[in-house]
């Protein structure tokens, strides 16, 4: 199914959020959730795509029956007006293209495929891993290179040999070395987002398509004003944008990490969402009153203020 928002220069759209998954009271994944929470995204946020079944999403505590009904149910709500990238990355080859598979099935735009963690394969076993998946379907493929969760960086020329295969479109950089970033996309066509909230407006400056963000759930709308001025050439208003929204990464992304903190943000702007699932805990009430802080600095308004 062709993306409804991608575009040569950006094929998964520019503004994109790594969606939490809605939990009922008692750690189920709330489906009816699922859905208010993509369309407020989509809606009032201003995303262009959603990032389902991510880390953020709490993907390593969700079976695969739970992301198939995760994804068909984020395309029912949003998926006439919004790009639906799938995150099916594990550390195990055949587990990931049978989640490739089963999200291609389910009509997803398409994949989101993040390094495999915890084994630390050398570069040709993630060439050779990233290919499989590729070969599994006709979805575009983004990577996702972030070291300091799966151990292991995509390497600058691993990137350019998985360039050339024609499904593999995208890279989500959470690894921050800019200069490497440069070098691929001065030798290949991947389309750079980025993966790292501290870094979005620095990842514009070098040529980056936008933003897979995690504090796109309560200031979506602010990062995609500063894409957009930044792509216009106006750099001093993006750059106050940066400013504005600083404390609410702050908030979110230094405090406890993007999903306990992203479904604090939720709710504290009425968006409930619910629990995290462990090894997840909820914030804290101090961790709390320092977002509510962060927030409040970085003007987004908070149901209780």
Known sequence: ??????????PFGR??????????????????????LATYLVDEQRNEGLIVNGTTGESPTTSDDEKRRIVSAVLEAVGDRATVVAGVGTNDTRHTVKLAKQAADVGAHGLLVVTPYYNKPPQEGLFQHFTAVADATELPVMLYDIPGRSGVPIKTETL????QHDRIVAVKDAKGD??????????????FYSG????????????????VSVVGHVVGSELARMIELHKSGDVKQALEVHG?????????????????????????????????RLPL??????????????????GVKLTDA
């Open 15 to 36: 503004m994109l959020t790594a969606m939490v998954t809605p939990f009922t009271s008692d750690g189920d994944v709330d489906y009816e959730g699922v859905r208010r």
């Open 281 to 298: 805990v909820a914030a804290t009430e101090k961790q709390i009153a320092e977002l509510r802080a962060c927030l409040v600095a970085g």
């Open 178 to 191: 800019l200069f490497a970033a440069s070098q691929v996309m001065t030798a290949t066509d991947l389309v």
């Open 244 to 276: 504005q929204v600083a404390p609410v990464v702050d908030g979110i992304m230094l405090k406890a990490g993007g999903a306990i903190m992203a479904k604090a943000a939720l709710s504290l702007v009425g968006v409930p969402v619910g629990p995290v």
């Open 1 to 10: 199914m062709a993306s409804p928002t991608g575009t040569a220069e950006a």
């Open 196 to 211: 790292d909230d501290l870094l979005n407006l620095p990842w514009l400056s070098l040529g980056a398509a936008g933003f």
């Open 160 to 163: 350019i040999r998985l360039a």
